[in-house]
T-cell receptor, first 116, second 111 residues
Framework: DAGVTQSPTHLIKTRGQQVTLRCSPK?????VSWYQQALGQGPQFIFQ???????QRGNFPDRFSGHQFPNYSSELNVNALLLGDSALYLC???????????????FGPGTRLTVL | DAKTTQPPSMDCAEGRAANLPCNHS???????VYWYRQIHSQGPQYIIH???NNETNEMASLIITEDRKSSTLILPHATLRDTAVYYC????????????FGSGTQLTVLP
């Protein structure tokens, strides 16, 4: 059973560019959450997707956007990159359909984004 | 979701039990206690969660006090591979809410 996968593993961009990160959820999961983790800090919630719609959003600017596909995979897009966007971007999947039982989030390995 | 307090760091000798405390004095009746750990530069790994009864799985045990204001994660026989940042999070089960991470506890297992 494949776990949560993310691509790419590492990425280097320059200020002002745009980036797209990808996530495939764990088999049987239908919900994807994205987190940003700056160096030395805990992960911060960006947003969550369920049924191809953004269900919740953290305190991040509109430069951060996302998408969920019918197969439940998801993309995170960041426009107009800033130096401060350098971080580890984490994807977590869970199952809303089984919410009454458990909606434990399982994380992928992350994508390390460096903005120069 | 309730806020948690954890010590910033702890050491443990290899082969001994590691006991990681967490205070969550404002926890609500429908909030569960979750534990995750993050080995350097990897994604957080789910360990265990519980409501009020003690829980055990193949990774760890979770002891929650009767008043639910604190809990302890126990790794019964710590190994060097257990060196990681451990996060205690309280969250309503089934709410589909995000996880709110604090600073966690850096556990270092010493040889």
């Amino acid at each position: 059973d494949a776990g949560v996968t993310q691509s790419p593993t590492h990425l280097i961009k320059t200020r002002g560019q745009q980036v797209t990160l990808r996530c495939s959820p764990k088999s049987g999961h239908d919900t994807v959450s994205w987190y940003q983790q700056a160096l030395g800090q805990g992960p911060q919630f960006i947003f969550q997707y369920y049924e191809e719609e953004e269900r919740q959003r953290g305190n991040f600017p509109d430069r951060f956007s996302g998408h969920q596909f019918p197969n439940y995979s998801s993309e995170l897009n960041v426009n107009a990159l800033l130096l401060g966007d350098s971080a580890l971007y984490l994807c977590a999947s869970s199952s809303t359909g089984l919410a009454l039982v458990t909606d434990t989030q399982y994380f992928g390995p992350g994508t390390r984004l460096t903005v120069l | 979701d309730a806020k948690t307090t954890q010590p910033p760091s702890m050491d443990c000798a290899e082969g001994r039990a590691a006991n990681l405390p967490c205070n969550h004095s404002t926890i609500s009746g429908n909030e569960y206690v979750y534990w995750y750990r993050q080995i350097h530069s990897q994604g957080p790994q789910y360990i265990i969660h519980g409501l009020k009864n003690n829980e055990t799985n193949e990774m760890a045990s979770l002891i929650i006090t009767e008043d639910r204001k604190s809990s302890t994660l126990i790794l019964p026989h710590a190994t060097l591979r257990d060196t990681a940042v451990y996060y205690c999070i309280v969250r309503v089960l089934g709410s589909a809410r995000q996880l709110t991470f604090g600073s966690g506890t850096q556990l270092t297992v010493l040889p």
